[in-house]
T-cell receptor, first 115, second 111 residues
Framework: NAGVMQNPRHLVRRRGQEARLRCSPM?????VYWYRQLPEEGLKFMVY????????ESGMPKERFSAEFPKEGPSILRIQQVVRGDSAAYFC?????????????FGEGSRLTVL | GENVEQHPSTLSVQEGDSAVIKCTYS??????FPWYKQELGKGPQLIID?????GEKKDQRIAVTLNKTAKHFSLHITETQPEDSAVYFC??????????FGAGTTVTVRA
């Protein structure tokens, strides 16, 4: 299965700890997007990355959140000093190179629980 | 920014009946409208999409209609089956990566 791979699927952290979520895009895809889904809500855009570049981070909280997509390896969404309000499902999506037409392929998500 | 509203929030139908979910959007520049199905513990899966240059699109038991003037679009599932039970999300974008999602509709198909 060459779909979008996310890990860990479930992550539990205590307040103040750090959370790192990883995403490997579909084979041949070079664009990665992170979305967040709060309980009982739809997904909300956070950030769009290409290799070694953040293209659009307009949906990212200004503090504690960061994302990267290095030349080698998966994309990482990092949340420092987590708080209870960070508990959510974080979904990664990818799309092929070239102009994005809106078709995104989502992974199965990483569910973060902050105690 | 774009605001997408989705109704109903829950929908229960008898197996074999039809299910209809409706969404409205606010940004008149939106031109891409996908629908996603999310099963419990899984990620959203694209099931059908429509672009603003067409008014209707059909794929087997699933169809989507778009009314650009009224800024609303709908998902129709005919001959529902138990495996259609899931949460369905509509979304809208200007044809790029920044999808604005509705809040979701939980569909339950009763056997």
């Amino acid at each position: 299965n060459a779909g979008v791979m996310q890990n860990p699927r479930h992550l539990v952290r205590r307040r103040g700890q750090e959370a790192r979520l990883r995403c490997s895009p579909m084979k041949g895809h070079s664009h990665v997007y992170w979305y967040r889904q709060l309980p009982e809500e739809g997904l909300k855009f956070m950030v769009y990355l290409q290799k070694e570049n953040i293209i659009d981070e307009s949906g990212m909280p200004k503090e504690r959140f960061s994302a990267e997509f290095p030349k080698e390896g998966p994309s990482i969404l990092r949340i420092q000093q987590v708080v209870r309000g960070d508990s959510a499902a974080y979904f990664c999506a990818s799309s092929p190179p070239g102009v994005n037409t809106g078709e995104l392929f989502f992974g199965e998500g990483s569910r973060l629980t902050v105690l | 920014g774009e605001n997408v509203e989705q109704h109903p929030s829950t929908l229960s139908v008898q197996e074999g009946d039809s299910a209809v979910i409706k969404c409205t959007y606010s940004d008149s520049a939106s031109n891409y409208f996908p629908w996603y199905k999310q099963e419990l513990g899984k990620g959203p899966q694209l099931i059908i999409d429509i672009r603003s240059n067409v008014g209707e699109k059909k794929d087997q038991r699933i169809a989507v209609t778009l009314n650009k003037t009224a800024k609303h679009f709908s998902l129709h599932i005919t001959e529902t089956q138990p495996e259609d039970s899931a949460v369905y999300f509509c979304a809208a974008s200007r044809g790029d990566y920044k999808l604005s999602f509705g809040a979701g509709t939980t569909v339950t198909v009763r056997a």
